[in-house]
């Protein structure tokens, strides 16, 4: 009886115990996605960021890669116009008017990262960000171009600070 009795007080404490502190990263990773998702509908509304579905009312459900003999899946966050970007980006109308000349539509992935204030002050650049990132992206970046629907392999990644709810970009 000792050895089974034993047995269980290792297991028992070795299991996972709930703990007030599980809820804070459901919620920071909630709210995460929550801020990504509403950063690329404004995207998709302000006709910068193409859709693959018909409906285009839920940035959840576009661009879902699926390599079944890989045995890996994503979803890219954008896919965005990075010309007109540029264009809608223009200080005054003359400047948008002037670039807005038959500029050919530069599709590129834009992936989108939040963040707590911490690691926004050091991500200042991409090489700073984790080699699972740079691997998803350039995962994205390869297939979206294999399926027609970026031009380049190229893109960048928005970082956004859920604290103080700033971004940047590294291209």
């Given at each position: 009886?000792?050895?089974?009795?034993?047995?269980?007080?290792?297991i028992?404490?070795?299991?996972p115990?709930?703990?007030?502190?599980?809820?804070?990263?459901?919620?920071?990773?909630?709210?995460?996605?929550?801020?990504?998702?509403?950063?690329?509908?404004?995207?998709?509304?302000?006709?910068?960021?193409?859709?693959?579905?018909?409906a285009?009312?839920?940035?959840?459900?576009?661009?879902?890669?699926?390599?079944?003999?890989?045995g890996?899946?994503?979803?890219?966050d954008?896919?965005?116009?990075?010309?007109?970007?540029?264009?809608?980006?223009?200080?005054?109308?003359?400047?948008?008017?002037?670039?807005?000349?038959d500029?050919?539509?530069?599709?590129?992935?834009?992936?989108?990262?939040?963040?707590g204030?911490?690691?926004?002050?050091?991500?200042?650049?991409?090489e700073?960000?984790?080699?699972?990132?740079?691997?998803?992206?350039?995962?994205?970046?390869?297939?979206?171009?294999?399926?027609?629907?970026?031009?380049?392999?190229?893109?960048?990644f928005?970082i956004i600070?859920?604290?103080?709810?700033?971004?940047?970009?590294?291209w």
């Open positions: 009886g000792d050895i089974e009795e034993m047995k269980r007080a290792l028992s404490f070795w299991l115990v709930p703990g007030t502190k599980d809820y804070t990263g459901k919620l920071f990773t909630e709210v995460g996605k929550l801020i990504e998702d509403i950063y690329v509908s404004q995207l998709v509304k302000s006709g910068i960021a193409k859709c693959t579905s018909e285009c009312d839920d940035p959840k459900e576009q661009h879902s890669l699926r390599l079944l003999d890989l890996v899946s994503g979803r890219i954008a896919i965005v116009d990075f010309n007109k970007a540029i264009e809608l980006g223009a200080k005054t109308v003359k400047e948008r008017a002037k670039d807005a000349h500029t050919p539509a530069l599709w590129v992935v834009n992936e989108v990262k939040s963040t204030s911490e690691k926004y002050k050091y991500w200042t650049e991409f700073k960000l984790s080699i699972d990132y740079l691997s998803q992206f350039s995962f994205y970046c390869h297939f979206a171009h294999l399926q027609g629907l970026i031009n380049k392999r190229e893109g960048f928005t600070n859920r604290d103080r709810m700033e971004h940047r970009t590294l």
